[in-house]
Each structure stands twice: as structure tokens, then as C-alpha cells.
């Protein structure tokens, strides 16, 4: 592997990670070096780091507040 490639992975702790877990991508790297932009979208939905994922969480947040806040104003109107 190249040693650009090897930087551009040990510059972040994620990519490590990504590609401790998904070693396939050693190969992929080896053969096409200028696959760094397929691997950091792919580790990025790996780790659900994408907008998309992103909204859903912060959504998903939104309606559990507003759940618990339901169920805190009935719990009041029962007392």
C-alpha cells in the first residue's frame, strides 16, 4: 500500500478503526489507491455518520422528548 494511503488512513482514528473491522478494504486500497473517497463514504455509513443518519437521530431524539413529555403532563393531570 502506498505510503500516502497509509497517512491519509492513520490521520484519522476512525478510518483505523474502519479498516481494522473491515479489512477487504486493504486490498481495495492496494489495487486502486484512489478509492480513499469510496472508503470514507462507506465508513461513514458504517459508523451512521451520514446527513441522513444524522436527521433520523436527531428526529428519532425529538420524539422520545415529546413522548416523555407527554406522559409528564398526563401523570400531572392525574394528580
Known sequence: MRKEIQEYIQSSPDLIKFMREQPQW????????NDTKALNVAMMNHY????????????????????????????????
Not at 26 to 33: E, S, T
Open 26 to 33: 486493504y486490498r481495495k486500497l492496494a489495487r486502486n489507491p
Open 48 to 79: 451512521q455518520k451520514t446527513i441522513p443518519h444524522k436527521v433520523a437521530q436527531f428526529s428519532n431524539s425529538i420524539q422520545m422528548a415529546s413522548m416523555m413529555l407527554g406522559m409528564f403532563q398526563s401523570m400531572k393531570q392525574q394528580d
